[in-house]
């Protein structure tokens, strides 16, 4: 026999479950957000999201999560204990290659946001992660620039990710704001690939080229050297201040494959279009992940209040 307090349990339930964010989708290139299968602005979904958590605090971490990453996943229960894994992974890259960074690292990425040389790090760190990383299969080398050009580790390094990691995170930026892009690209081709091309001829070579600003000097005939050499060039402009028609005239055909632009604080977006094209390119094939659903066990409790 139901009792007032349990009818009142169950219409609170019912009122709660019906507000679901499971099918929120962001769409970064509009700037754009979905909630529930209408199309509405982000302010307005922003606006009841508030709305939300003040009248169910404890559930901060679920609609921060789902609100910006979910995509299709079922909605949990209020109360349910955080899932392990919240948003549904990217694809996973197989691929025999030679993955090379050329990362700035000017003083400018410092003035134009605190931390954002950190963001770049942490972009590269989770790109090279979507990679079966070894000696035998894809290896990874970084260079950092500004006016000069530093090696932070090559492709005859320990190829192991928690290794790699670990030198890339040691990485500075340098103190004038200058940059110079097109030097950074020869010394790519040095440290990384070697002049004469002989650097395992039979595996393709993909060269990333991140940069938050326009270039000093000229890109587009180092570039190109390096391009005739079978290096496959890649364009990631972060931030406002790049220039786009050097990211296009250093990266290879077609650029709507090969160009990527993003702000600081949303490169994670890119990454797996990033992870898709470079591993395609090269011939290589992507797994996709399972799909984890977010419920919570039978039988568990919600807690109380």
């Keep these: 026999m139901l009792t007032y307090l349990h009818l009142a349990i169950l219409l609170l339930f019912r009122a709660i479950s019906g507000y679901s964010f499971e099918k929120a989708k962001t769409y970064e290139k509009r700037n754009h957000y979905f909630l529930n299968g209408s199309?509405?602005?982000?302010?307005?979904?922003?606006?009841?999201?508030?709305?939300?958590?003040?009248?169910?605090?404890?559930?901060?971490?679920?609609?921060?999560?789902?609100y910006f990453f979910l995509d299709g996943q079922p909605a949990r229960l209020p109360g349910c204990l955080p899932?392990?894994?919240?948003?549904?992974?990217?694809?996973?890259?197989?691929?025999?290659?030679d993955l090379g960074f050329v990362i700035e690292a000017s003083a400018s990425v410092k003035k134009h946001g605190k931390g954002n040389f950190k963001k770049i790090l942490d972009f590269v760190e989770i790109t090279i992660r979507k990679f079966s990383i070894s000696r035998r299969k894809t290896r990874v080398?970084?260079?950092?620039?500004?006016?000069?050009?530093?090696?932070?580790?090559?492709?005859?390094?320990?190829?192991?990710?928690?290794?790699?990691?670990?030198?890339?995170?040691?990485?500075?930026?340098?103190?004038?704001?200058?940059s110079n892009t097109g030097y950074a690209l020869s010394m790519a081709d040095y440290y990384l690939f070697n002049k004469k091309c002989n650097s395992r001829k039979e595996i393709p070579k993909v060269l990333i080229v991140i940069t938050d600003g326009r270039s000093t000097d000229d890109v587009t005939q180092p570039a190109y050297k390096i391009k005739q050499c079978g290096v496959?060039?890649?364009?990631?402009?972060?931030?406002?201040?790049?220039?786009?028609?050097?990211?296009?005239?250093?990266?290879?055909?077609?650029?709507?494959e090969t160009v990527f632009i993003g702000p600081?604080?949303?490169?994670?977006?890119?990454?797996?279009?990033?992870?898709?094209?470079?591993?395609?390119?090269?011939?290589?094939f992507l797994k996709k992940p399972g799909h984890k659903q977010c419920l919570c066990n039978k039988g568990r409790k919600k807690p109380s209040e």
Excluded: W
């Design 141 to 178: 080398g970084v260079v950092t620039y500004g006016v000069k050009t530093d090696l932070v580790f090559d492709f005859e390094s320990e190829q192991k990710k928690s290794v790699l990691v670990r030198a890339l995170r040691k990485a500075s930026t340098q103190k004038l704001t200058s």
């Design 83 to 97: 899932c392990p894994l919240l948003r549904k992974p990217g694809p996973f890259c197989y691929a025999h290659m």
């Design 264 to 284: 600081f604080n949303k490169l994670q977006y890119i990454r797996d279009d990033l992870v898709k094209s470079v591993c395609y390119g090269v011939g290589g």
């Design 39 to 66: 199309s509405q602005s982000s302010d307005s979904v922003q606006g009841e999201v508030t709305q939300y958590l003040k009248k169910h605090p404890r559930d901060s971490r679920l609609i921060k999560h789902n």
């Design 232 to 256: 496959r060039v890649y364009g990631v402009g972060v931030g406002y201040h790049f220039s786009i028609k050097q990211l296009e005239a250093m990266s290879s055909r077609p650029v709507s």
